[in-house]
């Protein structure tokens, strides 16, 4: 990195400016400022940040952004670029030896046994290994190289050997089922299969032979199988298999051929990775991104606004990096991305509430400190989940105090959902009281999509609880109203008005680009609509108020669900909820309210009157809902989210098989109470 690191203390986004006032001869007067020259000049904006990270080409650039309309924008035509060549670099500091690149925990070995942790050279070598034997297996540029691991460092140093190579990679994470990875990778037909035998999730061992089995039978393209002892089950019916333990071991390959191991300079726009949408209905989508588009936005969303640098590290131990994730969540992306830029990555895997079942196999509660005592225990500097962890956090009582030394927590983030007002406050009071008074949050919003996030964190801005704090550097972003007219302080259709690096190059196998259109330019052709209500404040500030295509209308009136949300979940009777609007082609609307209660709780009228009370004091009388109904969970995907529209599209007599699709989802045996009650009320 260009910047040095200057006591006292300065965020990122300041090294940033400072530099692009020293370089460049620019200075802004405000971050809107600043925003808006690195939206309208793409070219002068783009081209910093490529310098400011310092990146390398064999070869120059003859243009940055040639102006062409979304989807079809190229970027830095010319230059020659390796994501695993952007992270190897850091392998030549002058401490990398002494600093672990990676440091890990599972659910059996927290508290347990010490972290494992992996230096950068171990890290290059590991990469390295692997790398040439995907080449003596035929592995050439473009070549898909698939797979089904969990979130340990045996996933980074696969992803890292195969895009060294110029080979596609794909992972599932191995919760899915056959039918959901099946989905995904028939689409892009690997030659290569990394995987593991098991996993443990809450406090059970899951042995997914079976499936792998399935998988390497009904893939024909594989020809060649890697497998992961994660369990150290048998596995003789997976044929052509090497394991990863022989590039993994530490007496492995250490040979002048491994030492003499670099990365391939690819083109800028060479696929990178293959990511999927939700699966909700019909077939994932098939998303591949580029490399260097890849790497200019993470490095940029990464430092300068999640403020992520060596500038904080104040002894050897430097920046640790924590983003709670599995491996299917595209924040496992983000999690990785943190090597980019030298910092060290903690990863968990197993869990966030700990286990579920006791050592005799009975259910347990949730411990909700499991991600606090392993980010205590690695003196993780920056803290990030999904919004629904803190809030479970808070309706748990969970004390941080209680969790071991925090000290050195100084930023927590949070996506995945719309942040509440009161989960924010909880964990600003529990930092306070452990002498953190001035925890920051960085709250962000963006999406598998485009790899990225259109709204997020700045250091250097105030903090409004339930607001992110801005639009990223680069992000055109709007809340457009019916008319396609830009509105501020109403909520509106997120909208991004000009192209990104990071924006998908085509899905995999889309003649034409017709799903990739339709996915996101079938309204407004040439500009990005995501599928968020978003509300941008005349203080820059933004609220996120869910999915646009699952907005509740009553009478008139349009809100995000999230708001909903906000209002019931505040509730300590309950857990979770999710809430449809039936108003389709002019029916009269019908809004059902679903509810997960505390244990031994039933919904009495006390708690109906709570809920109703609640919703008219936050929202309206308006969006009291029809009916509420007690339900064991909510229906949600492998990430987390709330399955508000395929739950709507069945209450209004869709079948289920052509609304969702069981394996794509994280509890699908929740669904037959909803079928059930679609069936109910068909008469």
């Known amino acids: 990195m260009s910047q040095a690191k200057t006591p006292p203390y300065l965020p990122q986004i300041r090294l940033y400016q400072n530099w692009l006032r020293e370089e460049r001869g620019l200075s802004f007067d405000s971050y809107d400022a600043l925003w808006r020259w690195s939206t309208t000049d793409l070219n002068g904006f783009w081209q910093s940040i490529w310098d400011y990270f310092e990146l390398q080409s064999p070869t120059p650039h003859r243009v940055v952004c040639d102006g062409a309309p979304m989807p079809n924008t190229q970027w830095f035509v010319g230059a020659q670029v390796n994501y695993a060549q952007q992270v190897l670099r850091h392998v030549d500091a002058a401490d990398a030896a002494d600093c672990a690149a990676v440091i890990s925990h599972n659910e059996k070995s927290l508290g347990t046994s010490a972290a494992r942790h992996l230096s950068w050279p171990e890290l290059r070598r590991q990469v390295a290994s692997l790398a040439l034997h995907l080449q003596a297996q035929g592995v050439q540029p473009g070549d898909r190289v698939a797979a089904y691991l969990p979130n340990a460092p045996e996933a980074m140093v696969a992803f890292l050997a195969t895009v060294s190579i110029g080979g596609v990679w794909s992972i599932c994470a191995p919760d899915m089922g056959t039918n959901a990875v099946l989905d995904r990778f028939r689409q892009i037909e690997p030659k ?31 020809r060649h199988v890697i497998l992961q002892h994660n369990l150290e089950l048998a596995a003789d019916a997976i044929k052509t298999t090497a394991n990863c333990e022989d590039f993994t071991a530490a007496t492995a390959r250490n040979d ?32 591949v991104h580029g490399h260097g588009g890849t790497v200019l936005v993470a490095l940029a969303l990464k430092c300068l606004h999640n ?8 002894n050897s131990l430097g920046e640790r990096y924590h983003w709670y994730s599995a491996t299917g969540w595209v924040m496992w992306n983000a999690q990785l991305s943190g090597l980019l830029s030298g910092t060290t990555c903690c990863i968990f895997d197993g869990n966030p509430g700990g286990r579920s079942v006791d050592g005799a196999g009975n259910k347990q509660a949730p411990d909700w400190s ?165 509300k941008v404040a005349r203080n820059g500030g933004c609220i996120i108020y869910g999915r646009s295509d699952a907005t509740i209308n009553r009478h008139g009136l349009r809100m995000g669900t999230s708001e909903l949300y906000s209002a019931v979940e505040a509730l300590p009777e309950v857990l979770d909820s999710m809430v449809v609007d039936l108003e389709y082609l002019g029916r009269e609307s019908y809004m059902p309210l679903f509810v997960v209660l505390r244990e031994g709780l039933t919904l009495n009228e006390a708690v109906r009157s709570k809920l109703v009370d609640a919703i008219k004091t936050a929202l309206s009388p308006r969006f009291v809902p029809n009916e509420i109904f007690q339900v064991a969970q909510i229906p949600r995907t492998l990430s987390g989210k709330k399955q508000e529209l395929p739950i709507k599209k069945l209450l209004l007599g869709q079948p289920l098989e052509q609304v969702v699709n069981r394996e794509a989802m994280a509890n699908p045996g929740c669904l037959d109470w909803y079928v059930a009650l679609a069936r109910a009320r068909r008469g």
């Open 256 to 287: 002048a051929q491994t030492s003499a191991f670099e990365p391939l300079w690819l083109a800028f726009e060479h696929p990178l990775w293959i990511v999927y949408s939700s699966g909700t209905t019909g077939l994932p989508k098939p998303i």
């Open 307 to 314: 403020d992520v640098g060596c500038s904080y590290a104040s």
């Open 370 to 534: 499991t991600l606090w005592r392993f980010a205590a225990e690695l003196d993780v500097t920056f803290f990030g989940a999904g919004a629904a962890f803190y809030a479970n956090c808070m309706k748990a009582g969970v004390d941080l105090g209680e969790c071991g030394d925090l000290s050195r927590v100084r930023a927590l983030g949070s996506t995945g959902s719309p942040l509440s007002v009161e989960a924010q406050a909880w964990g600003t009071e529990q930092f306070a009281k452990i002498g953190t008074p001035d925890i920051w949050w960085c709250n962000i919003s963006g999406g598998t999509d485009f790899c990225g996030a259109f709204i997020g964190g700045n250091r250097e801005l105030p903090q409004v609880a339930g607001e992110m704090q801005c639009r990223l550097l680069g992000c055109a972003v709007e809340a457009w109203n019916e008319q396609g007219q830009p509105v501020l302080d109403a909520v509106g259709e997120l909208v991004c008005t000009q192209p990104i690096p990071s924006m998908p190059l085509y899905f995999w196998g889309d003649a034409g680009q017709q799903r990739y259109l339709a996915s996101y330019f079938d309204m407004y052709p040439g500009v990005w609509r995501h599928g968020d209500w978003l």
């Open 192 to 222: 290569v299969l990394i995987a593991c035998d098991g996993v443990t999730y809450g406090g059970r061992d899951i042995d997914r032979t079976a499936v792998l089995a399935e998988l390497c039978a009904a893939l024909p393209s594989v």
